[in-house]
C-alpha cells in the first residue's frame, strides 16, 4: 500500500442522530490510521450544488471511500446523488450498479449493515446453509439486502413486512430471525423459536419514562440510564424475551451497530487496495 485509504463523509445539515453516526465513523477512521475528510454542506444544499461536491470526490485520487449520510433533506433527489456516485468508492453499496452486482452474487461493495450480520453469523460459527431465515422488514439498506445475502448463503429465506399475515407464526419458523422494522421491542417471545439466532437491527430512541419501565422490566441500570440522559436505547426485539428465548443474540445497543462501521472500514480498505492494484 503506498498511502492509507481515504474516507470521505458527506454530512448535510444537522441531523442530531446523522451527526452521532458520522463521528464515530470518522473516530474509526482516525484510530485505524486511515484518513478521513468530513464535508459539512447547509441543511439549505440543492441537488445540483451536492451533486458537484460528489462529482469533485469522485475525481481526488486520495478518496477511496464516499459515504452520503442519509437521511437527506427533503428538497435533495437522494437517488440522483447516490447514482451520481463512482460505483467503486460507493463504500455503503447502495449505488444500483452495486445493488445490482449484489443480486447476481458478484464482487462488488456490499451494504455495510447486511455484510456485517453475515460476518457475525459466520465469526461465531452460526450455520446458515439449508436454515430457515426470517428478515422482517423490506427496506433497500437492510431487509433486502440482508434476505439476499442469507440466500447466497444457501439459507431459505422468508421477507415480511408490514402487510404479512401472522408474523409471530411465520417468525416462529426461523432458526435465524432478523429484525429490520424500526418499532421499539415490537418482536416479542411469542415471534422467537426457542434457541432461534435473533439480529436485533432496530435502533430506537425511548423517551418515556413508562415505556423503559415496561420494556426492561424496572432495570434499575436502564432506569439510572434514562433518567441521567432522558433516553435510553432499545432494539425491535423485547430484550428480555430474546435473552430468555433466543440460543444466541444481538444486543441493543453493541450489537450490529458496531459491526456496521467495521464494515465500512473493511469495504474503505478494499476499494483502496483495488484502486491501488494492491490486490
Ligand atoms: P425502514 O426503511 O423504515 O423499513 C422498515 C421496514 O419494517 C419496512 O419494510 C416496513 O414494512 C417494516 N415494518 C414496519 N412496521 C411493521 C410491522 N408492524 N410489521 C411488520 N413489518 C413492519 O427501516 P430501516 O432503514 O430498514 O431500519 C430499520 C431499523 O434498523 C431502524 O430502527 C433503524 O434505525 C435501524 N438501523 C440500524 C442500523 C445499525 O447499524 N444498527 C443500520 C440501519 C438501520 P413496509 O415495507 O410494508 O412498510
Redo the contacts with the bound molecule.
Sequence with gaps: MKRAPGLAVVLVGNNAASEVYVRHKVKTCLDLGMCSQKLTPPDSISTEELLEIVDQLNARDDVDGILVQLPLPKQIDSKRILRALDPEKDVDGFHPYNVGCLVAALPAPRA??PA?IIQLLKRYHIPIVGKRAVV????????KPVSLLLLHEHATVTI?????PD?PGVCCEADILVA????PA?ITGDYIKPGATVID????SLTSREEVVRIFRNSPDRLAAFDKRGSVLV??VDPIDMAEKAGAYTP?PG???P???AMLMFNTVESAERRLGVC
Design positions: 455495510c449493515t456485517g422482517v422488514g423490506r427496506s433497500d439498506i437492510v431487509g415480511c413486512h408490514s402487510k404479512t408474523l429490520a422494522i424500526g418499532r415490537m437491527v432496530g435502533t430506537n432494539g425491535d441493543v450489537g450490529v451497530g459491526l456496521t462501521i
